[in-house]
């Protein structure tokens, strides 16, 4: 998305020095062919997006989305296939860079997609109860949540490892160590949790946003039996959706992407 000077089109119809849309699209496989190497998305969001401002007078702004979502070499009989490859289940990567005419880059990842569960260690109790309430008090549930993430880098870095280890800052915060676990007593508890173990591990990182909507799986009394802690009832819409921004200090927080 470009901000330009292009009062002019849309009063007086007039499209001059305008930058069409079918030229941006082709920009962006130039912009990929000279990536000679393999890149990670916030650097290839970078390249298009400077590319813009600095090329188009009239551009003041460049705003580039960029989504990932890698195909895996797969095993069969103990070997890697030599030409084959499913897509990857654990979430979608993501990135957002702005460029502007002042030469300031602003990038930030994301992660969206990500389906976690954890099967215990997980509760709520003690919220507002009133004629509307039909949620039962537990102190033992599964928790689950598709999380939507993004984060905002205050300088370049290491974008591949940034990523892995804000990733596994989220699993952390949410599983638990793995023997034990850690015990949830509401989303909107762990997602403060995740935000802050996400922002100890990476300093270049100065605000994190997390949307956690509640995926419910509800304990089932299947005809002429009783729930022995067996079958469960995966629900769909409507659900809650929680979500918040966790900065550092008095930093300005980001908005959701």
Known sequence: MLESDMAHAFIEGSNADMTATDTQKN???????????????????????????????????????????????????????????????????????????SGTVVVNAGLKDYKVLKTTQSGYVGYLRDMYTLLPETEDRIAATSITATWRYTRPVDYDKAFADVKAALGAAFWGPPASGVYSPSVQYTLFQMAKLALERVPAVDSVFLNMPNLHFLPCNPVTSKFEDDVYVATSEPHGDIEATVTRGDIEPHCKL
């Open 27 to 101: 920009t962006v496989y130039y912009i990929a062919k000279k990536c000679s190497q393999r890149c990670t998305p916030e650097e290839y969001a970078v390249a298009l997006a400077r590319h813009f401002v600095e090329t188009y007078p009239k551009v003041s702004k460049a705003k580039v989305w960029v989504e990932q979502a890698p195909w895996q070499r797969v095993g069969m009989d103990g070997q890697a296939h030599n030409h084959g490859y499913a897509q990857e289940a654990s979430g979608i990567r993501t990135a957002y860079v702005t460029s502007d005419d």
